[in-house]
């Protein structure tokens, strides 16, 4: 195994090469280690560091082992520490000794860092994509059956009806913070930190603000140190995919429990459930289940994160070898996840007939009747502790209370009358509540 | 104990009681309760739901007990199962029925998101407030030394030398990082969640944008059920508190390493050690110690609602009533964290002598020669093989570069002249390092 | 503030006083200190270290301070750094000069691993007491339901029936396996290590093995260095709880599943539900959804621990001052849970007419046809197949496998008979199952 | 895509078989699924459920299909969704029909978790003999230098002086206890859940007993439905790995810091260090850094599995399937780990001249002479207290305590006399310490 110290030394064990090697993963950054090169060895160039001749070779032989990457044609027939010495072999292989001169003022500590932000930017702006999408489809979803309405449930527990569109609407909101949040986390990754080299900077006369502009940075790192030992924008992102899947997991949560033979609210398309080996009948949610279950990735994926830097000296350390497997894990997770959960809306049938028994529940109205007391003068207080008597007194006679007479809605408040059965549906309930997010609210 | 449903059912036990109550630890909401129910009665006035004579009095109520707390003479002396049910107790001894309406148009569900929200609003800036203070205290403490030149480590290990102030720009960085993450946070939690009710909105008619200006909050929540489910802004605050833990634990172990007897580069203050009962010499660094220590409570909190949000159905749970632990302790732990490390800083002294011992290493200058070759036309990876070569040449004579004759430099590069000897001192080394953000770049 | 070495130095500062102090929650730990600390002097006693008389006085100060705690009697009246700076006061307030002999041949680091280690076997114990009360009371709730059969699930979805008392056994398996891991976790709990004072031992003539006599430990820990940096047995312990943690939530998962209006298969009595402020209407689990929800703080903790002791070197540092919160806090989660969920199922009813609705899914024998056809030679998967063609075909022409014929059920497979009717019912379905472990197996 | 029911319904789209295919990690549980699947078809067999002739014909598949596994001639053509239908396809392909009864009286439920019980015991006892090894090497290392003693230290502090191989044998005491709960963690690992079927049991009259005995189980799972939903095992094992994996972060942090340029104690083999591309002096512990920070991955993999089990409904649930991309990790992670440890310890060299330097400070014989003291009859606070006293005046006087006279010791403390002089230096020292478990106990 090579070594990158002087000769006439005793080389790296295979054992330990193989354990510190990161080729095995971090190949996914192929294309953007070469895209960094280039803009560098063009910055070397604009220096005086390296010929025009130099750089045309160079920028040629980098585009030429990138279209071969692009195109599949690209073939790794050795082992190498990493990316950055596979990129720089292929080089070498193809311009020789010039080659040579492209690992000026830099480093691969720098290099890492720059490599890995133009990978999160591409691919968090591709999650960013992938959630419009979602929401678009979900957006449909309710559009597509916005006359039906549903028990809205806090607890658990019938609470009071909403659109079902509402419910779905409550997704989106989720996502709608996601995309924001991970907006709000790219301002930290579109950082340049090439150029900040091993820790210390560099004696050589090189040009920053060249190298950002070309790679479409909005700013330069401010400290060598730093940039070189700076892994927020990695934890950042994985956060931002742990709450993410914490959103996902809580929309496959309620799919999955309408989905019950007791709920049977949903019909999932056969062609998105699987089935078993032993029982023939069964028709299973495990696609939501898994996108479930991968919520465990996520926050595993952060703590692993968390754990590897903290308590770590500065500046860069080899541990920080390890954010690339978490950080790559979690991005394809949540797009995986995002996707696949986008066709099962694409696909979702509802059962009015089921969801209807399940609003025949008088007690959804109950607020609705505290709520027609406060119109009246009557103080919540006295309305809400009004309607729980009510409750009580129709579940002691087992009864109903659209079964109830005048007299008996005026022995528990006397200004209860016959016209709160009208509140007894849920069309009359839903399209009551027009307050700004309430589920009755205006939509244009 | 009391129930909230209709008379004559049986009450809760008073193990429920104590179990579900979260007065033990959610009574520091209790400004932040006071505040939002003044501007829902304000709220209720304008929109005709109270009268002006009914809102006056119960915001004289209001202010009055508030007046109490933070003059310290609230008295509380009976158990409650909420801050809420707290503060309507005590308005409700103040002024009697009128009281029974504060709770119009509105849910503990929004509410206590409320709450949380004005706490983690107010809270947050106190914490960016103490990292602007403990960065002012850091880079006063790099200008108060701003000749001292250290090893700058990689690997922990010697890389090159840099400006002890240069390193400790690195600390600052990172603290701004979290202010500006915190800042990006902040607009997630500033949007008002009241008014969402406890799922659906409500039938009465209400003026959000009122409350949402009276109590500063940016925008306003735009799905209701969405509203009373969302502990994302908590979760955001718990992961940049994480993070900046992580940052915290970093540089506690720096110092904690300097501060061994090997290095010996910083003599903290007697006043910020401790000792122990059986060793009388010990002075440890156990302040340092427990703020690294405590990175552990961040991580966990941040765990714990990341677990607790798994996989909940909409909208509203009991579950999320336990967000409120991990985020008091959360936030408590890094506000103390910040500035009892700000008073470490501000006693620090650094021993001179000890450092120059360290600097004495020569091979802190081997990346400086290798740049040496470069800006005479040597390609890098030939500079630094030579200087590889260089390193082993000087070990297996047992000598140092210092003492090589211009011979023996020829003949491990002809490149090489006895003006290298010129590159062998920190004080060079950093002064050639002028690129953006490197450790000698001019900084006004 | 007190400092612990030579006089004329400075003392500490308050802030750091604070920050370091752990008195406010090591206190719990004050009856094992003075345990441990009885055996400490009487061995000091027999060792010839101190006098006779120094013991009896000294034992003598102990079990008053120890009485006083246990009676309610102590009163602490001024701040202590640590359970041990305390215990040390009160007997020194007693007894005057001869106190200052207890801390000999002791040092901090090993007297906190000791009442550690003291309070771990003695709540452990509990919480396996608890458990198995737990188990008691899940026990005769199948006991008392035992004709009780539902549909058992997987994937959240219809699968086979099982008796309910099964179901509620395999809670008590979980359970099982806890107090079986808390068990051995406890054989590495009960290790003495004291006699190991700050790292090295001393140069004191003591006799560990009368301590852990003494105390009744198992073993005495056989490396000093190892004895005062070990916190496993407090991250066993987390590990324990939470995975009971664990197990709890997926308890509390199912009954809050049932008691959904859409299941309505159990009845949660009124002492053990809570209400809505705004929905008069409301009985929510609460009890239920904290016990899952402070999974969280299980999780959380263990994170925590394992967290802090990432990395920390050799041996005893600060940092592990912080093992103490999360221990408490787990344990005190473990056991409260543990018990409310008694009161839970202690007044827990079923609905049996919800869930005799549950069972009219036909889809629930759908196994036990097509074992039926592999007991008449048939192969399982053809089998499996043949059941599967049945169900789609019910499906298709909107009927149910009941209401079929003879020559219906041999066009699926000739194998098939008008048998298999006397398969669609919940009680033949159970008692069926008698392998062993299964659903129908004969329980003595 | 297949489905596993009916005819004429719709398939599994490939976005769905991709997204739930276990196939792509499972493949390594291949060996297991065979052993398990010979022992099934036996017990068929001796059940009288299929004829022997049947079981002969299966049995040779199975080992057939198994054999060309273990030497490497095992071709998969197709994609399977997991490796149980890998498997069950390789045998049908060889024998036909008959393949077809395999699958009777087994789930893939319980059938996984055989699968995975196997994986686990024999995985888990590999790492269990390699942890054996890597303690003999520490303890050869030890061996080998076993004169040399270095400062102990606390709050990464000097405290007291210790043997070398005693610091090294608090790391063996560290990998006996993972060693140790490894072993009672294969208690619970080591049950058979065979025959626990989908969740039922089953109607067919099998012999689980047999088949625990075939493929050495301890015991039999009780209740078939806790014997599907059971991942304790999984955890517990992750717990133990992530545990272990904090044990060898401590050991690695010692390592890289006694092998910083300031502690100089340690040479590392160039072997085992790595170097750096831009400066070429370096030669880094990138070894011991990618043990440290792959503790990351083992708590992250911990936190994946709890998070995935909470709170999940009985009984299994596909987010199940999760478990074994981080049970695999773990494994893998911690037998390389230890693997990579004993090489860098098997070359481990130590500089005597700089471990000599550090044990120069006099400070580190404090506490010896405090014990001093106590021998004369003084109490340990006062000689406490005194020996602090001594300190001072040394620091103050810029002296030595070597360098005082009997005068001085006596206005110290009257007790202190010139002999005090021979506890200043290390071998005295740690002959001293002869108390069980010190650094100075005999060891035969």
């Known amino acids: 195994m090579k070594t990158l110290w002087g000769e006439g030394e005793k080389k790296v064990s295979k054992q330990v090469f193989d354990w510190t090697q990161s080729f095995s993963f971090d190949f996914v950054l192929f294309p953007y280690d070469v895209m960094g090169s280039i803009a560098h060895i063009q910055m070397l160039c604009k220096c005086g560091i390296i010929t025009k001749k130099e750089e045309k070779i160079l920028t040629l032989a980098f585009k030429s082992i990138l279209n071969d990457y692009n195109s599949g044609n690209l073939?790794?027939?050795?082992?190498?520490?990493?990316?950055?010495?596979?990129?720089?072999?292929?080089?070498?292989?193809?311009?020789?000794?010039?080659?040579?001169?492209?690992?000026?003022?830099?480093?691969?500590?720098?290099?890492?860092s720059l490599d890995t932000r133009l990978y999160c930017r591409d691919t968090v702006n591709k999650i960013i994509n992938s959630m419009e999408k979602l929401n678009n489809i979900i957006a449909k979803t309710g559009a597509d059956n916005k006359d039906i309405i549903i028990p809205g449930y806090t607890h658990l527990q019938h609470a009071q009806p909403v659109?079902?569109?509402?419910?779905?609407?409550?997704?989106?909101?989720?996502?709608?913070?996601?995309?924001?949040?991970?907006?709000?986390?790219?301002?930290?990754?579109?950082?340049?930190?090439?150029?900040?080299?091993?820790i210390a900077g560099t004696s050589l006369n090189i040009d920053r603000a060249f190298v950002a502009k070309k790679l479409g940075f909005d700013s330069i790192s401010k400290n060598s140190m730093?940039?070189?030992?700076?892994?927020?924008?990695?934890?950042?992102?994985?956060?931002?995919?742990?709450?993410?899947?914490?959103?996902?997991?809580?929309?496959?949560?309620?799919?999955?429990?309408?989905?019950?033979?007791?709920?049977?609210?949903?019909?999932?398309?056969?062609?998105?459930?699987?089935?078993?080996?032993?029982?023939?009948?069964?028709?299973?949610?495990?696609?939501l289940e898994l996108i479930r279950g991968k919520t465990g990735i996520l926050y595993g994926n952060l703590v692993q994160m968390l754990t590897l830097m903290k308590g770590l000296p500065m500046t860069y350390n080899r541990d920080m070898q390890e954010d690339k497997p978490p950080l790559f894990s979690s991005i394809q997770t949540i797009e995986k996840s995002v996707s696949v959960l986008g066709l099962v809306f694409s696909l979702i049938g509802f059962n009015r007939e089921k969801i209807k028994q399940s609003l025949l529940d008088e007690e959804l109205y109950a607020t609705d009747i505290a709520e027609y007391l406060v119109k009246k003068g009557v103080s919540?207080?006295?309305?809400?502790?009004?309607?729980?008597?009510?409750?009580?007194?129709?579940?002691?006679?087992?009864?109903?209370?659209?079964?109830?007479?005048?007299?008996?809605l005026k022995k528990i408040h006397p200004e209860l009358n016959m016209d709160i059965m009208n509140l007894l549906n849920p069309q009359t309930s839903v399209a009551l509540k027009k307050s700004f997010g309430g589920t009755g609210q205006k939509m244009d």
């Open 75 to 112: 073939k790794i027939i050795k082992e190498f520490e990493d990316v950055h010495s596979c990129v720089q072999f292929l080089v070498e292989e193809k311009v020789g000794n010039v080659a040579k001169k492209i690992h000026t003022a830099r480093s691969r500590n720098d290099q890492i």
């Open 163 to 198: 659109f079902l569109s509402h419910h779905l609407n409550s997704y989106i909101e989720m996502l709608e913070r996601d995309i924001w949040r991970f907006k709000d986390a790219l301002k930290r990754v579109n950082i340049l930190p090439l150029g900040s080299c091993a």
């Open 226 to 287: 730093d940039a070189v030992s700076d892994r927020d924008f990695v934890i950042e992102l994985l956060s931002g995919c742990a709450i993410a899947g914490m959103h996902l997991s809580r929309i496959c949560e309620d799919i999955i429990l309408w989905n019950t033979q007791e709920f049977g609210w949903v019909v999932l398309d056969d062609s998105v459930v699987t089935g078993s080996s032993m029982m023939p009948h069964k028709k299973n949610p495990d696609v």
């Open 380 to 408: 919540f207080r006295d309305a809400h502790r009004a309607v729980g008597n009510l409750m009580v007194y129709v579940k002691n006679k087992e009864t109903s209370v659209s079964k109830l007479s005048k007299e008996e």
